[in-house]
């Protein structure tokens, strides 16, 4: 090794190797490495969607059945019968009443009864407390019946409340009697 000489490189020739390795540096920074990033994020992006994807696949059953109970009972017109007044003595006959066609739609009744401030004097409305318990979307269908109830004359509250898989209905009715 002693006997080997190696010949110095020319200044020349070495400038031009940096300056290539300069260009070469630059155009890695300018082009590729920032190209690189962008497919990183744009994986990424495609990698979440994957998950959305799968998961809306997963999901489409369910949302299929709720919409299908939905559109079960959706009646073409709402009922707007002529109104009419309920006979004070048959106040006591709306709990049972409105029991009956609760129960008929699946809910459990909790509580009717009629607010007994209402019904001093001589006011031509009485109010009435309700307090349910069933399936969110049989709720809708029991509004629809009440609705049919001649002597309703409004839905002042509403008030929902969940409870695992059932709901908490509250409503405070207003009936019109005489």
Known sequence: MKGMNIAPIPARSMMYIVVGLVIV????????????????????????MKIRVE?????????QKYVKREKAYIPEKLPFPERKTLPRNKIGGVAPEFTKMAERLDFTVVAVKPVMKSLAGKSTFVVVDMQLEGDFFNFRRFLIELGKIDYLETVEEIEIKPDGEKRNFKLKIWLSVS
């Open 25 to 48: 540096a630059t155009f890695y920074f300018v082009a590729i490495y920032p190209s690189m990033k962008s497919l990183d994020v744009l994986d990424a992006k495609i990698d979440a």
């Open 55 to 63: 998961s809306q696949k997963a999901l489409l059953p369910v949302y």
